[in-house]
């Protein structure tokens, strides 16, 4: 089976985020989670970005969607791992100073569960939620080729093993990535 990595934004304070929530281009609010349907989505967005000085080539959005530079973008491409996504235009904006980003938006097309429950040790809540994963084990009858995918379980997006070595190649900030057999809740 492909390895995968748990994304999750670097929050070190030097960089910025989205603000609040994400708009179209008009400036009208827009539902956006992970996974969302590509015909949901508008063909652009808009977001204001706030904190820190950085603009890294993964901007922490609260929604843990992935909002990447075009390099990022770039890297998807040529490692042939469009086909899993939709790529959308975000425009971030910078308040102060005074400043536009071209950015995307890279929303995974697929949602897979993947967690095997007789090897894995977590709780799950009445709601059908899971929680307190202390040891996440793949199943071994699913081998997705998703480059890149939503893990059902945990509802965060995950990048191939060959994706994560070509952005630590390029050195880009903003993200880390965990090992999906590491990957731990503490709730």
């Known amino acids: 089976m492909k390895s995968y990595y748990v994304w ?4 070190d304070e030097r960089f910025c985020r989205v603000e609040w929530a994400l708009t179209d281009a008009s400036g009208e609010a827009t539902t956006t989670y992970n996974g969302i349907p590509p015909e949901r989505l508008p063909a652009r967005l808009r977001a204001i970005l706030e904190g820190g000085p950085v603009v890294p080539h993964f901007v922490y959005y609260m929604g ?3 909002i990447a530079s075009s390099d990022v973008v770039d890297v998807v491409k040529t490692q042939g791992a469009a086909s899993s996504v939709t ?3 975000v425009e971030l904006v910078r308040k102060r100073p005074q400043k536009t980003y071209e950015y995307f938006l890279i929303n995974p097309l697929r949602s897979i569960p993947l967690l095997d429950h007789e090897r894995s040790i977590f709780k799950r809540s009445a709601a059908g939620v ?3 994963i202390k040891k996440f084990v793949v199943r071994d009858d699913i081998d997705p080729q998703d480059e890149i995918l939503i893990c059902d ?3 965060q997006t995950l990048f191939s093993a060959r994706l994560v070595d070509a952005f630590r190649r390029a050195s880009f900030d903003g993200a880390s990535f965990t090992p999906l057999e590491e990957y731990r809740t503490l709730l």
Do not use: A, F, Q
């Open 130 to 132: 899971y929680r307190n």
């Open 153 to 155: 379980e945990i509802g």
């Open 64 to 66: 843990l969607m992935v």
């Open 8 to 11: 999750s934004p670097d929050r």
């Open 87 to 89: 790529i959308v235009p």
